[in-house]
């Protein structure tokens, strides 16, 4: 089983950077798979974007090029760094672990991107 608690989020104008952290309660090393999702207000969940042990990335098109997923095993946390942000990128994103068969989620982080 895993916990998982996201910081980070708030409220950033247009063109600013947000950097969020998802600090999970095992060691992250155990975890394959640790990504982020966002849902805005009326949509579908969204992939963000994912990190393998390996440090292997996997972003989705909204994502390259502006956010970028990294790991600390030694603080068991996980961080999505995002620039360039935009009104479109308000969203409550969420952290998930994959450990087979099992996704967990964390409760979620607020970001608005509004002027």
């Known amino acids: 089983q895993v916990q998982l608690v996201e910081s980070g989020g708030g409220l950033v104008q247009p063109g600013g950077s947000l950097r969020l952290s998802c600090a999970a309660s095992r060691a992250i090393y155990t975890i394959p798979v640790m990504g982020w999702y966002r849902q805005a207000p009326g949509k579908e969940r969204e992939f963000i974007a994912r990190?393998?042990?390996?440090?292997?990335?996997n972003y989705a098109s909204s994502a390259k090029g502006r956010f970028t997923n990294s790991r600390d095993n030694a603080k068991n946390t996980v961080y999505l760094q995002m620039t360039s942000l935009q009104p479109e990128d308000t969203a409550v994103y969420c952290c998930?672990?994959?450990?087979?068969?099992?996704?967990?989620w964390g409760q979620g982080t607020q970001v608005t991107v509004s002027s």
């Open positions: 990190i393998s042990t390996g440090g292997s990335t």
């Open positions: 998930n672990a994959f450990v087979a068969p099992y996704d967990y």
